[in-house]
């Protein structure tokens, strides 16, 4: 845990109850600019069938070995589950790029913005904000 978190790596995870926990931690000499500039692009995908009885830790590791990124996390959107990956500019264009060949068309990762927000079956929804209502 040392090694990746001395190479740049902010994902500790944490074992308690027989369960896995992911925290993101971070060198004190990163500036926030360059915190945001790692995790400033997501994408993410809706898992299959098959995917939805693996625990969370395995498809989290897979998924990272598979298309990199900084940090990924599984959400559950009206009783429908997501994986989330945070990504840099770069990384996320050669994962989409990647999951675009390797995947059929409309399953692969889709890119999501900081300000959309994923409604039902995975459609985009924009934040809506208060001073959006007048």
Same mark, same amino acid.
């Given at each position: ?41 997501? *994408? ?5 069938? @098959?995917? $939805?009885? %693996? #625990?969370?830790?395995?498809?989290? =590791? &897979? ?8 940090? *990924? ?5 009206? @009783?429908? $589950?997501? %994986? #989330?990956?945070?990504?840099?500019? =770069? &990384? ?43």
């Amino acid at each position: 845990m040392e090694e990746i978190f001395i190479k740049g790596g902010s994902n500790i995870a944490v074992t308690k109850n027989e369960r896995k926990y992911f925290c993101r931690m971070f060198d004190a000499k990163l500036d926030t600019k360059k915190i945001k500039e790692r995790y400033n692009w997501q *994408a993410y995908k809706k898992l299959d069938d @098959k995917e $939805k009885d %693996i #625990l969370d830790f395995t498809l989290i =590791k &897979d998924y990272i070995g598979k298309y990199g990124g900084n940090f *990924a996390k599984v959400i559950k959107i009206n @009783k429908i $589950k997501f %994986i #989330l990956i945070y990504f840099n500019e =770069k &990384d996320l264009l050669q994962a989409i790029y990647r999951s675009t060949m390797d995947e059929d068309m409309g399953k692969g990762l889709q890119m999501k913005g900081q300000e959309e927000l994923i409604g039902m079956n995975g459609v985009f929804t924009k934040r809506r904000f208060a001073w959006d209502c007048k």
